[in-house]
């Protein structure tokens, strides 16, 4: 069994670039949940996909965009990139919606200059 | 609102030490508290879940209660290794919350010196 996988481990970008982050859900997995975790902070809620629908979202833009897929795999999407974006992202992915164990993938970090 | 709130911020014992990291949450009302690991700009590695009808769980060195009433949980290590080095970080899901996302506390950082 496949574990949760991210790419790329890590991005540098620059302030008003666009950035594009991958998240491959563990086998049998349909719900993809996406986490920004500033240094020293725990994860907050970006959004969450389920069977390839936005099911939620947290107290972000709508510059953070993403897309779920029919093999369940998804991308997080970050517009007009700003310094307060630099963080580590994370996927979880889940078997159902409310209250399942959610799998955290290794994260990608991303650096805005 | 829940917040989710981690004390200490950051603890060091010598090996042999249990450890002892404290949770607590303002909104009894949650679907289940999830305790995670994580190792220095790694991902979150998950270490047991407790639903909320549930006092504790248990696996290996790891002892995890709950008590929602007090909006409280505890996650005891036994003796304490070098390699239990990391952060800790609890998180809980709601039961308002029809997605499951999860809320986190912003964690305790522990060291174990050999």
């Known amino acids: 069994e496949t574990g949760v996988t991210q790419s790329p481990t890590h991005l540098i970008k620059t302030r008003g670039q666009q950035v594009t982050l991958r998240c491959s859900s563990q086998?049998?997995?349909?719900?993809v949940s996406w986490y920004q975790q500033a240094l020293g902070q725990g994860p907050q809620f970006i959004f969450q996909?389920?069977?390839?629908?936005?099911?939620g979202r947290g107290n972000f833009p709508p510059r953070f965009s993403g897309l779920q897929f029919p093999n369940y795999s998804s991308e997080l999407n970050v517009n007009a990139l700003e310094l307060d974006d630099s963080a580590l992202y994370l996927c979880?992915?889940?078997?159902?919606?409310?209250?399942?164990?959610?799998?955290f993938g290794p994260g990608t970090r991303l650096t805005v200059l | 609102k829940q917040e989710v709130t981690q004390i200490p911020a950051a603890l060091s014992v010598p090996e042999g030490e249990n450890l002892v990291l404290n949770c607590s949450f303002t909104?009894?009302?949650?679907?289940?508290l999830q305790w995670f690991r994580q190792d220095p700009g790694k991902g979150l590695t998950s270490l047991l879940l407790i639903q909320s009808s549930q006092r504790e769980q248990t696996s290996g060195r790891l002892n995890a209660s709950l008590d929602k009433s007090s909006g409280r949980s505890t996650l005891y290590i036994a003796a304490s290794q070098p390699g239990d080095s990391a952060t800790y970080l609890c998180?809980?899901?709601?039961?308002?919350?029809?997605?499951?996302?999860?809320?986190f506390g912003a964690g305790t950082q522990v060291v174990v010196t050999p």
């Open positions: 998180a809980v899901s709601m039961t308002t919350d029809s997605w499951g996302k999860l809320q």
């Open positions: 979880a992915s889940s078997f159902g919606t409310s209250g399942n164990e959610q799998f």
């Open positions: 909104d009894s009302a949650i679907y289940n």
């Open positions: 086998s049998g997995h349909n719900t």
């Open positions: 996909y389920y069977r390839e629908e936005e099911n």
